[in-house]
């Protein structure tokens, strides 16, 4: 039960920090093709400015309920997914210092080159975290000591390409949906087109790889063995056509959040058709690291339980305060404060 | 070279970069606090304009913080993949903890503050800096309590091949991990002091908003001193600690060879391992070491040669380390009590303003000594007496391994730069002017 337990708490730290820092990292991908002047460029640096950081913290607590709760998990998916895990961590770092260091010396070289970073630090991460999740929905060759029998090219293969893609598409435009809350005028024109064009391969792509899951995983049997979670796959496709049914009607906010919604529910509809596999090895099934062989003592998984149900909380409540706090969109009075990136 | 030893190189370099920007955090976010308090309190806009200044210094510092600490958290699964499911039941819960109670405080109400200064009340946007140097203090606490427990695993058993938690209470409030906090802490917060009387000094040498540089300079230098001393206190009781948890540790810090009473402390040592004595060793203080460690002038310390040698610690990095840190030390609380004489004043002490930028990397140089002290000095061992380092290893290709630590050299030689080029030119810069912003 409290590996159950741990398992969905596991998904749905990976499920928020993909519909939080989804449309970070879309944006920051979006830049080159919607930003045209330098004041463009800071609406978009400043549309994530109060929120990037928090939302980063979500990866780490995944990270950490991993380690805590599951750490043979832990250790034979990060050292399996050794290259990867890395570059995406790379990422992350170059995404990080451009917020900090773009607005901090006057000149249009210097400005460039953080503007890289952030593009570059945004679309690695999300090609790099659609890949690894394909890797796990598909199960990796782990042998029974967990070493893994393939190496970073053995990931590369179509079924995990397509999942990358599907990143891409997901964050881009959850990313452009965040914009058009925060941007004015031209800059906002453009968001809503791009959310609009990217739409449309964002839901082919997903179609394509819902039906991939099909043949290359078992996902979908599994989920029917519970037929209530089919609910999840639902969520995730009914988040993404609201989407597009919001934005249509010029509802931005409620466009973002059901974009939100699915991708929270694309991570879930994973996670769950995992269930109880973290990591499924494709030599044989007694390899593979399920929530019960790779749990944490039932002391540990108890004492975290209080402390996620204690502290978790008050998170949500700061965190969605943080959000209320700082919804307006980006004036020109607040770009000629200081206290802006 | 294998994975093992790359591994260790990459995980050296990582912590040491890591903790270049930790101290700043942990003292500068109190500091501008307590300014930023001190400015609504008094209703005196300097107070404000000091906080806005020291504040921006901090975030350029805080930047290289965040994004290489991810990578720590990270790396124990990646390259220490042996050791995280040995350990994970205990360790990987103490992270976990750290990134839900403190984590997420801290990035988000950095966002409060730095955004926030028209968005919110100035009394919540004080509360907002004082949640973030409460969070950062909260998060120090959990993962030096981890890094205690590696050097002095209590409050567990082995159990189905692991570690297994037996008692939490017993690993967070081992003496071990409380010592280590209040030490590790205590040498930040002497870093923040000297990085900001040097700043000051440097702008009060050159008559720069003088006023405001007086009352940081007067409020750094007491809390300098004070830290410093009690970084002398803390470090004591650590090595008390220490001869009776790890004292192959103690041994080596000290180059202390044969196991005895009465023993000396000496104040010239140039140690020999390869031939388990020391070359030079002169000057002692009588019955010393036996006092300082055990309370007693005829105690026993142990001896290096007491451990086979596979089971000690390298000697020479060691004591090196450890005996510039309290060299270091010692030098703090000196120039700390000139500057606490002239805190009234500083403009008159015009030798000490021109010696005090100087002083600003020593402290950071004093930390890195104390970690390679602890870290090196747990050595061979990853958790104490319990698994060695080179069984806690990842199986991934040394390959690998070599192409992220390049990657990880040239970007984070070039990152950290590049942030202390631009503390640098800020802190050069000075406040903005009164009226603005």
Known sequence: ????????????????????????????????????????????????????DGNEVWLITAGGVTFAAFPKAYAVMFSALYLPLLLLLFGLILRGVSFEFRNKVDSPAWRRVWD?????????????????????????????????????????????????????????????????????????????????????????????????????????????????????????????????????????????????????????????????????????????????????????????????????????????????????????????????? | MNTLTLSRIQFAVATYFHFLFVPLTMGLSILTAIMETLGLRRGDADYIRMAKFWGKLFLINFALGVVTGITLEFQFGTNWSRYS????????????????????????FIAVWFFGWKKVPPKLHAAAIWLVAIASTVSAFWILAANAWM??????????????????????????????????????????????????????????????????????????LVFSLAAAATGHMSAEILSMSQPAKLA?????????????????????????????????????????????????????????????????????SFRAMVGLGVLFIVVAVWAVWVRSNPLDSPRLLKLLPWMIPLPYLANQLGWTVSEIGRQPWIVYGVMRTRDGVSAVPAGQVLATLIVFLLLYGLLGAIDFYLLFKFARKGPAPAGRG
């Open chain 2, 151 to 224: 050097q002095n695993p209590v409050g567990y058993t082995i159990r189905n091949g692991r570690a297994e938690l037996t008692d939490f209470w017993a690993v967070v409030t081992q003496r071990y991990a409380i010592l280590k906090f209040l030490h590790t802490v205590v040498g930040t917060y002497i870093l923040t002091g000297f990085f900001v009387l040097g700043v000051s000094a440097w702008h009060l040498l050159r008559k720069n908003e003088v006023p405001l540089f007086t009352k940081s300079f007067k409020l750094a230098a007491v809390w300098t």
């Open chain 2, 252 to 320: 080596a810090m000290e180059s202390h060879w044969n196991t005895g009473r009465n023993v000396p402390m000496y104040l010239i040592v140039w140690p020999d391992a390869a031939n388990e004595r020391n070359v030079v060793q002169a000057w002692p203080v009588p019955s010393a070491l036996s006092f300082l460690a055990t309370y007693s002038l005829d105690g026993e310390v142990k001896g290096l040669k007491e451990f086979p040698p596979e089971d000690r610690p390298p000697v020479v990095p060691v004591f090196l």
């Open chain 2, 85 to 108: 499911e040995f350990v994970g039941d205990i360790f990987g819960s103490l992270l976990a903890i750290e990134a839900t109670v403190a984590f997420f405080l801290e990035s988000t």
């Open chain 1, 1 to 52: 039960m409290l590996e159950t337990i741990w398992f969905y708490v596991w998904g749905v730290a990976w499920a928020v920090y993909c519909m939080l820092d989804g449309f970070d990292l879309g944006l920051g991908m979006l830049m080159p093709f919607i930003a045209r002047t330098e004041q463009d460029r800071r609406v978009v640096f400043n549309a994530q400015g109060p929120f990037w």
């Open chain 1, 116 to 341: 890289t970073c952030l593009v570059v630090g945004s679309f690695v991460p999300s090609l790099l975290l659609g890949l690894a999740f394909a890797n796990l929905f598909r199960g990796l060759p782990i042998d029974r000591q967990g070493h893994m029998q393939t190496g970073f090219f053995g990931l590369l293969h179509p079924y995990g390409w397509l999942g990358g893609v599907l990143f891409l598409l997901l964050f881009a435009v959850h990313g452009a949906l965040w914009l058009t809350t925060k941007a004015q005028g031209d800059l906002h024109r453009r968001a809503v087109a791009a959310a609009r064009i990217l739409w449309v391969p964002m839901i082919l792509v997903a179609v394509a790889f819902l039906a991939a899951t099909y043949w290359a995983t078992p996902l979908w049997q599994n989920l029917w063995s519970r037929p209530f979670l089919l609910v999840l796959p639902l969520v995730a496709v009914a988040g993404s056509v609201s989407a597009r049914a919001w934005l249509a009607r010029q509802r931005w906010w409620a466009a973002w959040g059901a974009s939100a919604i699915g991708i929270a529910g694309a991570v879930l509809f994973g996670v769950a058709g995992m269930y109880p596999n973290l990591l499924r090895s494709t030599l044989s099934d007694e390899f593979s690291i399920t929530a019960f062989n790779a749990a944490s003592s039932p002391l540990t998984l108890k004492i975290m339980l209080g402390v996620v149900l204690v502290f978790l909380p008050p998170v949500l409540v700061y965190q969605a305060w943080v959000y209320r706090t700082f919804k307006d969109p980006i004036t020109e009075e607040f770009l000629s404060s200081e206290h802006s990136y």
